[in-house]
């Protein structure tokens, strides 16, 4: 009888710190594979393998493209990269961002339920916004376990909350209890475990559907809304309680995580009318110099005009302007 030999891990701000932590409390002989997101900038490498390698006994490391799947390791999604799972290997995309991230928490974990099913544990810790829901909501689905950090523990409850307000999520602990209950839940035989992938299964590549954007069925129905990565038509699909939103290009959202983006697609674009609007007075002001040194009466009308587009435009600019600082204030 095989066991949830498969573990996942998704985090996001304060996630090095809780993470490093939930490792550090792993035994040796701990028998399943882990995989852990992390939000991380697409610029630079990352540590995260030799900080987690040092805080307890298992090994882990950036995987690469087609690397086997090994228990007792930990395999951390590099930066840049989805990190995804085909029966029995490893698989890393650089497709299109979901949540507005590269690596995402949804993709590892959609991509783990749909293989390897009741075989999966999912762990969302704590970060911002909602990436991992829809993902924990897929394990689900399949027959496997989902897990979150105890909200009240976390430096920020969003993604465990987000999680528990749409799921029923098997086990809510913080960190010290989380680690025993996978140590006990992988150890768990299971009666009647999944079979092995059908071969069509197995000839599936995911990575490449992922990259199409093909990675689910059907596109759902038109949202009336834009994706703030392409601005391409966004389609919602409603799986029990969870929504998400996707693209042609195959962007893809969950409600609170398109707000977020939306918000700051529309922060950029205000500040781009603010831009225009004060360059557009500044001209203005500039003729208004231009016309009232000439002394001519036609001039001083044309001057007159030109004072008054550039008052209006630098009003228009310091509402806008006042506008975007009180919503930064609220933001903070």
Known sequence: MGGRDIVLIGASAGGVHAISELVALFPRDFPAAVFIVLHLSPYGN???PQILSRSGPLPAVHPKDGDPILPGRIYVAPPDHHLLIEPDRIRLSRGPTENGHRPAVDVLFRTAAQVYRRRVVGVVLTGNLDDGTAGLATIKKEGGVAMVQDPAEADYPSMPQNAMAVIDVDH????AELVPMLVKVVNEPLA????PPRKEQTLMNIKKELERGEDREGKGEPAGLSCPACGGTLFERKEGEVIHFRCRTGHAYSPE????EQFESLEATLWAAVRALEENAALARRMERTMNMRGRAGATASGNRYAQRA???ERHAALLRQVLLQEQSKQA
């Open 192 to 195: 009647d475990p999944d079979p």
């Open 46 to 48: 990352s540590a995260m």
């Open 257 to 260: 995580s398109l707000l977020a």
């Open 172 to 175: 809510v602990l913080p960190i």
């Open 311 to 313: 008052n209006e435009a």
